[in-house]
């Protein structure tokens, strides 16, 4: 999609300043496969996350975060329940909430569930290029939850998705799409290799939610968490000697991420 143009270093910048001095507090309502990274990936970007699942919790607790995330992927009755409660708690609470519809389309339980979500106003929706499809209604071509389609392939199931959702949508692969059904970016940066560690896109969606606390351009806030996390994985692919060390070296760069150094185009390892 070569009309779409490519987020600049400058708004990536400035939203990942905004977002370590806002250090929101984000509820992580995720599958059990991810909590540990998705964990830290917030806390090396400058958030704090929290889990609180229990559907007793939840309502007391989503007024005091700046973002809640809810991520499908291991779905069960009683995780479905607290994901409802603290989308309603959240709506209430004006707290911006962000739909990972894993593997929709795929299985019909998690599908009507993301479904009936979707109804709920989600702030940003974050998604491989397969899980946007389904969302959107199109057929997605998904694998549990590997994607079989380019990102390219579902741009404009995310542009659609996001004028019918009023939510900001990203679509993820090798070239990052992000789109508010107006406006719409790119980020082209990443690696490959970030598909051989369980949870790098789980754990974007928590980022993803993280930079929509508090932001007064979502657009620009989401397009900018895919960016950091891609500039991110790219640095640590070119130090890491496999999946193992990447993990870490993710971590390391997300910690190490200066504001001055993307504004002055250094995005080099």
């Known amino acids: 999609m070569a009309d779409i143009p490519v987020l600049p270093l400058a708004v990536v910048a400035r939203e990942l300043e905004r977002f370590r001095a806002a250090a929101p507090l984000v509820h992580v309502l995720t599958n059990e496969v991810v909590q540990e990274i998705s964990a830290n990936v917030l806390l090396a970007a400058g ?46 609470a004006g707290v911006p909430w962000t739909l990972d519809p894993v593997a929709v389309g795929v299985l019909a339980y998690r599908t009507e569930a993301c479904r009936a979500l979707l109804a709920q106003g989600p702030a940003a929706i974050r998604g491989n290029p397969s899980e946007i499809l389904a969302l959107a209604g199109l057929a997605g071509g998904g ?3 590997d994607s ?30 992000i789109s508010d059904g107006a406006r719409s970016w790119a980020t082209p940066w990443g690696d490959p290799i970030m598909t ?7 754990a974007l969606s928590a980022l993803v939610a993280g930079f929509t606390a508090q932001a007064p351009d979502r657009l620009d806030a989401v397009a900018a968490a895919c960016a950091v996390a891609g500039l ?25 991420l200066q504001p001055a150094e993307l504004l002055a185009g250094e995005i080099g390892v």
């Open 232 to 256: 991110c994985g790219a640095r640590a692919a070119a130090k890491a000697e496999g999946p193992g060390s990447f993990k870490w070296n993710f971590l390391d760069a997300l910690y190490r």
């Open 148 to 177: 079989t389609v380019g990102s390219e392939a579902a741009v404009e199931a995310a542009i659609a998705l996001a004028r019918a959702s009023g939510a900001v949508v990203a679509v993820t692969g090798e070239t990052d799409y």
């Open 196 to 202: 051989r560690v369980v949870g790098t896109g789980c």
């Open 47 to 92: 958030a704090s996350p929290a889990m609180v699942v229990a559907r007793q919790e939840v309502r007391a607790f989503t007024p005091m975060a700046g973002a809640l995330l809810i991520n499908v992927g291991t779905l069960h009755e009683q995780r479905l329940e607290s994901m409802r409660q603290a989308v309603a708690t959240a709506k209430l």
């Open 143 to 145: 694998r549990g939850v």
